[in-house]
T-cell receptor, first 116, second 115 residues
Framework: AQSVTQLGSHVSVSEGALVLLRCNYS??????LFWYVQYPNQGLQLLLK??????LVKGINGFEAEFKKSETSFHLTKPSAHMSDAAEYFC??????????????FGRGTQLTVWP | DAGVTQSPTHLIKTRGQQVTLRCSPK?????VSWYQQALGQGPQFIFQ???????QRGNFPDRFSGHQFPNYSSELNVNALLLGDSALYLC??????????????FGPGTRLTVL
């Protein structure tokens, strides 16, 4: 079975500070992993994805994430937060075999607040 | 290149009524998935359609049904609405086949309120 745990439902940082959003996954097969961002009253926008190529994945808006198999983690980082980064962030895992092909399992989300 | 579109944007219904939500996938995509996002939660998978058939289904009752048309657009129908069905309903499209093309792109969602 696949699942995702996002540690910390709320994260607050100052503008210019490091952003670190944590995601741990559980998967019985090699996973595909995703980070999505959701701005208020909008759908989900893909930030980046890991599909078993390079373990350090770069996404849009200066975000990146590192896949660590030994820690079953896929944490999202950004060196310097911007006010426009304030949003909700979701980590998701995709099962890649069998009847659950293509289905995404989401974490509960982390609300990022950026203070001026 | 048009992204995933959904209609309507907002919808208010009363308990016991029926509702139909619509989704048009991103150009070139052939697979549509539906998710329910309750307030303060992550999206939960409802079902997925490919080649006009339901390929897989999440843990949702039969009150939730869907359809996919030959042009790949899709509908989500919910019968006998309950207060707990109030949520943001998200449609995602993808291209079947090939691991690197199975990324799901989401629409803006339909906000359903059941009174």
């Amino acid at each position: 079975a696949q699942s995702v745990t996002q540690l910390g439902s709320h994260v607050s940082v100052s503008e210019g500070a490091l952003v670190l959003l944590r995601c741990n996954y559980s998967s019985s097969v090699p996973p595909y992993l995703f980070w999505y961002v959701q701005y208020p009253n909008q759908g989900l926008q893909l930030l980046l994805k890991y599909t078993s190529a390079a373990t350090l994945v770069k996404g849009i808006n200066g975000f990146e994430a590192e896949f660590k198999k030994s820690e079953t983690s896929f944490h999202l980082t950004k060196p310097s937060a911007h006010m426009s980064d304030a949003a909700e962030y979701f980590c998701a895992v995709r099962a890649d075999r069998g009847s659950t092909l293509g289905r995404l399992y989401f974490g509960r989300g982390t609300q990022l607040t950026v203070w001026p | 290149d048009a992204g995933v579109t959904q209609s309507p944007t907002h919808l208010i219904k009363t308990r016991g009524q029926q509702v139909t939500l619509r989704c048009s996938p991103k150009s070139g995509h052939d697979t549509v998935s539906w998710y329910q996002q309750a307030l303060g939660q992550g999206p939960q998978f409802i079902f997925q359609y490919y080649e006009e058939e339901e390929r897989q289904r999440g843990n949702f009752p039969d009150r939730f049904s869907g359809h996919q048309f030959p042009n790949y657009s899709s509908e989500l129908n919910v019968n006998a609405l309950l207060l707990g069905d109030s949520a943001l309903y998200l449609c995602a499209s993808s291209l079947a086949g090939g691991q690197n093309t199975d990324t799901q792109y989401f629409g803006p969602g339909t906000r359903l309120t059941v009174l």
